[in-house]
């Protein structure tokens, strides 16, 4: 399922509510952003050539592993 924000145009102001949503959601989905910005420049994702499925597994242990170090 994929979560998408909610969008102002000239005739529609977004609420309050729905303002804090994407504020919500913009909290969850920035340190995802990030750890995939520190795979990139690592490389990584570039030169893997395994089954998908262990490249799953490699993907969340890389954002584990890039999530405590940025908390460090």
């Known amino acids: 399922m994929i979560v998408t924000g909610y969008i102002a145009t000239r005739t529609h102001k977004l609420t309050r509510g ?3 949503a994407n504020r919500v959601l913009a909290v969850g989905r920035a340190p995802v952003e990030h750890g995939f910005a520190h795979l990139k ?4 994702l570039t030169e893997l050539r395994i089954d998908p499925a262990r490249t799953t597994q490699l993907l969340r242990a890389l954002l584990v592993l890039t999530n405590l170090e940025i908390n460090r």
């Open 41 to 44: 420049n690592w490389r990584i």
């Open 18 to 20: 729905e303002k804090e």
